[in-house]
């Protein structure tokens, strides 16, 4: 039985990274600013900056709800310290705040906090708008990075994600149009999936608490983003659940051996078969500067 594979995160036990050399740094840092170049110039053109940054919310199609349902529950948070107010405008009255607004929650949040901390409301609500186009291209990076992807290509990732953001017809009429919260969630998604891959493979605390504020925030952008996530997510931990099951019966017995190395070189553990005791084997001599790859022989015998 040969000894156990180093743990830890493979892509820190390779070879060093040919991107962290001179030149390497100079293309990705080119690439980097280029991305940033590009994106700015795709914010200003579509949605441009004298009106993201206008203390005068975005009015046109579905804008129009979100204001109203952002105005109405941010008021009754200012006012009564609850999410919800009864609005005799909504449906000839009806609780505003509670169903109809499900999709708007993160915005409402995000525009009740910046409200607070003294910006203009009008313009804390389109600074939502500007956050989703800047978030877009470095989410993706980051999840690329995530999913063990070299730099060059998760900046590759990102490069295409901001031109589908601005050329694909429904994301673009999307975000165009004021379904804001419904375009990002599309790509904040990413995020968790790749910071559950990352826990289960390498099983950091980083990657737990990555997952723990990811997966809250996308949902509290959109609900509807848990249909997008269910499946990956699901695959994801079943697939590491079968691999738990398999590491589980090839190491029962490693917590003895490795208890017994190196005073006795072996162990034994008694079942209700008989007593099995293993041999342990070493391909370089004691003292040897080599690593030696050990191998244990197990034999039972019957009681």
């Known amino acids: 039985m040969s000894e156990p594979e180093p743990t830890g995160d493979p892509a820190e036990r390779a070879a060093p990274d040919p991107d962290a050399s001179g030149p390497g740094r100079l293309a990705l840092a080119a690439g980097f600013a280029a991305l940033l170049l590009v994106q700015a110039a795709a914010i200003g053109y579509f949605e441009p900056y004298e009106i993201l940054l206008s203390t005068t919310p975005i009015s046109t ?68 708008v500007l956050l989703a186009h800047l978030l877009l291209p470095w989410t993706v990076y980051l999840a690329a990075r995530l999913f063990r992807l070299g730099r060059p290509a998760a900046l590759t990732a990102g490069g295409l994600a901001l031109a589908l953001w601005y050329t694909d ?33 390498d099983r950091r605390p980083r990657h737990a608490l990555g997952l723990a504020l990811t997966l809250p925030a996308v949902l509290l952008v959109h609900p509807y983003s848990f249909a997008p996530l269910v499946v990956p997510m699901l695959v994801l931990y079943l ?14 017995g490693a917590p003895c051996c490795w208890r017994s190395w190196p005073t006795s070189g072996g162990c034994c553990r008694r079942s209700a078969s008989g007593t099995t005791c293993s041999t342990r084997t070493s391909s370089a001599p004691r003292g040897s500067s080599t690593s030696a790859r050990t191998t244990w022989a197990w034999s039972t015998s019957a009681r």
């Open 61 to 128: 199609t579905d804008f129009d709800t979100h204001w109203e349902q952002t105005v109405r529950t941010t008021d009754a948070m200012a006012g009564w310290g609850r999410t919800w107010a009864w609005d005799p405008q909504l449906l000839a009255g009806f609780p505003n705040g509670t169903v109809f607004d499900a999709d708007n929650k993160g915005w409402e949040l995000w525009t009740y906090g910046l409200w607070q901390l003294g910006v203009p409301r009008g313009l804390a609500f389109n600074l939502f």
């Open 169 to 201: 017809g429904f994301l673009h009429y999307a975000a165009w149009t004021g379904m804001v919260a419904f375009a990002m969630s599309s790509y904040l998604c990413l995020l968790p999936i790749a910071f559950l891959y990352r826990y289960l493979e």
């Open 239 to 252: 697939r590491a659940a079968r691999g738990s099951a398999r590491g589980a019966t090839r190491w029962c």
